[in-house]
């Protein structure tokens, strides 16, 4: 089965024409990562605004949902979870608050601290998100089959680990 070109096999082309005496493979690999991930996060980001969300609006909501019964963080938790600096974390909350999403609450462990906590409006909403992002991710990823899917997953994943060190 021949596969058809892409834009990436047009630019390698050219720099095989170009600079013939440079190794451009490496570009095989890291343009069309950043041409899928363009994608992917406009596809991601067409589905969270269907439901007046972004996507880190949807981060905090989701990472709350995963956190299980009382879905509760503190911000630092939150912090954490999300690798964002505290303003940045602050903005997201404050948002979310005023759509009525999360609120916040004393941490009972923590006088001085508190816990952002998602509304049951929260709740309803981000279960309602997660679904049509998770149907969304199953779409994207129609052309490859389940095992070139694993495949994907295992390779992306030996190099995510070997960047987080």
Do not use: C
Request: charged share 20%; proline share 4%; glycine share 6%.
């Amino acid at each position: 089965m021949k596969m058809n070109t892409d834009h990436v096999d047009t630019i390698l082309a050219q720099w095989a024409k170009e600079r013939p005496d440079i190794d451009s493979t490496p570009m095989a690999v890291t343009g069309r990562l950043a041409k899928v991930t363009h994608a992917v996060s406009q596809a991601q980001s067409r589905v969270f605004s269907e439901f007046g969300l972004n996507m880190g609006e949807f981060d905090v909501l989701a990472t709350l949902l995963r956190s299980g019964s009382p879905y509760s963080l503190t911000p630092n938790q939150l912090l954490q979870a999300l690798m964002l600096s505290s303003g940045a974390m602050t903005n997201r909350v404050d948002r979310l608050e005023a759509k009525a999403l999360v609120y916040r609450q004393a941490d009972p462990n923590d006088r001085r601290g508190v816990l952002v906590t998602l509304t049951a409006t929260g709740s309803d909403l981000i279960n309602q998100v997660v679904v049509k992002h998770v149907d969304k991710g199953h779409g994207l990823l129609d052309p490859l089959t389940l095992d070139e899917q694993a495949l994907l997953a295992r390779l992306l994943k030996k190099l995510l680990i070997a960047y987080e060190r």
